[in-house]
């Protein structure tokens, strides 16, 4: 026998044509929770004793707007940049700590100027704490928004400038620790 939820979920998709809109969707599902009933996905994770760890502030940020792309370790594909022991070298120059924020995923980023800087601090210090400066600075709401007025067109050319600048400063010795392709074959 179908549950209320069910009956109401199949009342509401086929009253929509078969349109049912994510947002109705997850209504109908949180309702459901606050009647006691159960979604499938509690379910699971009290039957199988999965702890599932809230995550708020900058980690929410971060999941929200970045891990898609580089992982909730800070490592995924090749063809994306690794943030883990790598993000933090950028910001020994002028030019890396420009670049970080200019890049189009972070300067066209939703998030205000406040809470993006203080994503990237919480990514700096979580993903590559070891490769930061002894005398680093935070990233300020101020510089955030300043430098996200002029998002990047072309990444890897101001990319690979700022790989050369952090070998001339012996901030690295070997330009695969932080090459965009450092784990893809390139021809």
Request: proline share 6%; hydrophobic share 45%.
């Amino acid at each position: 026998m179908a549950s209320p939820t069910d009956r109401l979920i199949r009342h509401r998709f086929s009253a929509n044509a078969g349109v049912l809109p994510a947002f109705v969707f997850m209504a109908l599902l949180f309702t459901a929770a606050r009647a006691g009933e159960t979604v499938p996905a509690d379910a699971l994770a009290r039957e199988r004793g999965t702890r599932v760890i809230r995550i708020l502030g900058e980690a929410q940020d971060y999941a929200r707007n970045c891990q898609g792309c580089h992982g909730h370790k800070g490592v995924s594909v090749p063809e994306v940049p690794a943030l883990k022991d790598r993000v933090g070298y950028f910001v020994h120059t002028e030019e890396g700590r420009r670049y970080i924020v200019q890049v189009p995923g972070v300067a066209t980023n939703v998030l205000d100027d406040k809470r993006l800087a203080a994503m990237l601090n919480w990514v700096l210090r979580t993903y590559s704490a070891k490769q930061l400066p002894a005398d680093f600075r935070p990233y300020t709401a101020d510089e955030v928004g300043e430098l996200r007025k002029h998002p990047l067109k072309q990444t890897i050319p101001v990319r690979e400038s700022v790989v050369q600048g952090l070998l001339a400063a012996g901030v690295v010795s070997d330009p695969a620790l932080i090459a965009y392709r450092a784990f893809a074959k390139v021809p």
